[in-house]
């Protein structure tokens, strides 16, 4: 099996080569296939580069649909072949790392314009070859005016043997002559041509300069014109045509006839119209895809003042349930019957409905009077999946999550409009689904924003845009400073400092909390080294780190290695190090998750349960949990901010601090604000504090002065 190709060069030659090798079995040319190769690779360049492109510009698919013309792939085939290509292998070999929604939306619209652009080109050659035939009749009339018994014979073969539709009618519009091939085209005999009037041949689709044209024409103000035009054939089908009309002239100048010229391209019309449908619909539901369903968005955001929009984007719920659990044949079926309810929803003029794409749906609505339509639309949309549906004898229940955008028209684009459709249901989503929701600018601002952070966060570790800072712990009985919590900030560059509540949760998403959580673990180690360095210890005692772990961190395999190769590169005593963790993600832990904190707790190091007395309390948990120190929430001190404090919460925290004083442990408190609250504590026999009473967090050497203070005074 051969390698892949290397680089972008590579990827788009060999793009080029499964180009050539379909089309040019159905390609009238005298090169070879790798000479085809060659002509086809510029055009495969330009389709990439297009692709690509900041700004899109379809026009590079038109003018590589006139380039096939060109070299000679007129055959239908040559166009259906080439689109194949393009749609299988365009952005396989030439997307490069771009979102692959996106490219594919662009590929769709690459594909119309080249075919778009092969029908244009076919169209001009086919014009070209009826002018060289218009002269040639030009001429033979005038030959005929001047050795009619000569050239009658050579006039005829011309006349007859011609394979497109020949008439010659005079300046009143009747029909005097026409040829073999311009009556198969109607199915009608000579006779049932000859003397009928021109203008009997009016079609509702004719081009509003048509018959404009054509008056034109016989009053002798120009010479020719040629266009598209339907015809009614006597069975009631329709005959359209590329359409060339000559003005004859006499010897002297004056004219005489009118010559029509006909090309039958009712073929080729279907075909671009099969093309036009293929590109812009879904393969599986029948439904708008979409390249077709952004047309419609954005010429509905470009309908002007006073138009309005709504937009539902609907994300089934549980879907991958059904594929992993029935297989992708049963989620086949459940989306076509899901596209069936949402098209009976979408019958209001100016409403229409998408599939974007594996189990996501839009529904479109117009007009001016959006606000209330929309809503409507979103509850018809529950309410038909409502009922189950049958799948290989499975009543499946369906639901789904809506996103609603509502507006006027002309204030965004429809990238923006869909991007805020997306953050809604996602928003609908996250609420439990089953459910839709408007759209909010301040929630869609959060979400993008979220977005940024979570894009920034894997370069952000290695630029060096994290800092700690150290909230000290104090001790209640002598008021003496016994260490610090290592609290860690994110110094972004257009948001400035980040607190941990804006970007934990994303590192814990993305995975990112294992590194960041042993970077930081790492350098609030060598930070208690250096206060330990630069006091000795003497009067001060061990200056002890608090450290969080997160739920992730708990279940890494490395955690005790690493942390045990940092205490030994920084030669700091396990007893220094306390590891804070939630009591949330120790609820209902077994021993596999206990076992690294055992393991830790029998080195020496602290664990710390955090945030206890949240609602989760276990106590009779606590004899099997290697803690030694008890953190309790920030909630109780609050309940002492107020003048008497609560006694239901005194005693709570009294019962705490009993029962973890009996098991061995130490107690903490969190959000000590006032003098009064940790007088409170300290009666209630709590051991350490921290809190803006005592210092807010900040640099390590604000914390070496505190405790410096703490030793002398």
């Known amino acids: 099996m051969s390698a892949e190709p290397d680089g972008p060069e590579d990827r788009l030659r060999r793009f080029a080569t499964i180009w050539s090798r379909a089309v040019f079995p ?5 090169a070879t296939r790798p000479e085809f190769e060659e002509l086809l690779l510029p055009l495969a360049r330009l389709l990439s580069e297009a692709l690509r492109a900041r700004s899109f510009d379809p026009d590079a698919g038109r003018t590589a649909g006139a380039a096939l013309v060109e070299a000679h792939c007129t055959d239908p085939e040559a166009l259906s072949r080439t689109l194949d290509c393009v749609d299988a292998y365009l952005v396989l070999y030439c997307g490069g790392d771009g979102d692959r929604e996106d490219l594919r939306a662009r590929s769709g619209r690459l594909q119309h314009a080249m075919a778009a ?5 076919l169209r001009e050659r086919t014009l070209a070859e009826q002018e060289a035939i218009a002269q040639a009749a030009l001429e033979a009339q005038g030959v005929v005016a001047q050795a009619l018994h000569a050239t009658e014979a050579r006039f005829r073969a011309v006349f007859e043997g011609a394979a497109i539709g020949i ?18 085209m109607f199915g009608l005999s000579e006779q049932g041509l000859r003397g009928r009037k021109v203008k009997e041949w009016v079609h509702p689709d004719d081009a509003p300069q048509t018959w404009r044209l054509y008056d034109e024409l016989v009053s002798g103000e120009r010479e020719h014109y040629h266009l598209e035009k339907a015809f009614y054939r006597p069975d009631g089908t329709v005959l359209w045509t590329n359409l060339t009309v000559s003005l004859l002239r006499d010897a002297d100048g004056d004219p005489q006839y009118q010559l029509a010229l006909m090309e039958d391209t009712t073929e080729r019309r279907l075909l671009n119209l099969r093309l036009r449908y293929e590109a812009t619909h879904d393969a599986l539901t029948g439904l708008p895809n979409r390249t077709f369903f952004f047309e419609r968005l954005e010429k509905a955001l470009g309908a002007g003042e006073g138009r309005r929009f709504g937009l539902c984007y609907l994300d089934l719920d549980g879907f991958k349930t059904v594929n992993d659990s029935l297989g992708h044949a049963a989620g086949d079926r459940l989306l076509v ?11 209001a003029s100016g409403e ?40 290989d004898g499975r009543e499946l229940t369906v639901r789904g999550s809506i996103g609603i955008v509502e507006g006027p028209a002309g204030e965004r684009s429809a990238a923006e409009v869909l991007r805020s459709a997306d953050i809604t249901m996602y928003r609908a989503k996250s609420a439990g689904g089953n459910r839709f929701e408007l759209a909010d600018p301040e929630a869609d601002a959060r979400a993008i924003t979220r977005h940024g952070l979570t894009t920034a966060l894997p370069t952000a570790l290695d630029r060096g845009e994290f800092f700690i800072e150290y909230q000290p712990l104090v001790h209640l009985g002598d008021g003496s400073v016994r260490g610090a919590e290592a609290l860690v900030r994110w110094l972004h560059p257009q948001h400035g400092v980040l607190s941990p509540d804006r970007f934990i949760p994303l590192a814990e998403h993305t995975g990112l909390i294992v590194p960041l959580g042993r970077w930081v673990l790492e350098q609030s180690v060598r930070q208690a080294r250096e206060w330990r360095d630069r006091h000795g210890g003497e009067a001060l005692g061990p200056l002890r780190i608090n450290v969080n772990l997160s739920p992730c961190q708990l279940t890494h395999p490395g955690l005790v290695q690493d942390t045990v190769e940092i205490l030994e590169r920084t030669g700091v005593e396990p007893d220094a190090l306390c590891l804070e963790v939630t009591e949330s993600a120790l609820i209902g832990a077994d021993d596999d998750l206990l076992k690294p904190l055992r393991r830790l707790a029998e080195m020496g190091v602290d664990i710390a349960l955090d945030d206890f007395g949240t609602g989760y309390s276990n106590l009779a948990n606590l004899r099997r ?43 903490t408190v969190e959000g000590v604000e006032t003098g009064a609250q940790a007088e409170q504590l300290r009666l209630l026999g709590c051991d350490t504090a921290q809190g803006w009473y005592y210092a807010r967090p900040g640099p390590p050497d604000r914390l070496h002065e505190l405790a410096l203070v703490d030793a002398t005074g």
């Open 26 to 30: 159905v390609t009238s040319t005298s």
């Open 117 to 121: 652009g092969f029908a244009q080109a």
């Open 167 to 184: 008439g010659i009618a005079d300046l009143e519009g009747n029909v005097l002559q026409v040829n073999g091939a311009l009556r198969r």
């Open 337 to 347: 019957e899901v596209a069936d309810r949402l098209q009976a929803c979408a019958t």
């Open 352 to 391: 229409m409905v998408a599939r974007l794409g594996g189990d996501e749906f839009v529904a479109l609505t117009t007009g001016p009077d959006t606000e209330r339509t929309v809503d409507e639309l979103a509850a018809r949309i529950m309410n038909a999946l409502l009922a189950p549906i049958s799948v």
């Open 625 to 667: 949990l290697p803690v030694s120190v008890l953190k309790l929430d920030r909630s109780f001190t609050q309940s002492m901010q107020q003048f008497p404090a609560d006694p239901v919460d005194l005693k709570i925290v009294e019962g705490i601090v009993s029962l973890a004083h009996s098991l061995d442990l130490a107690v």
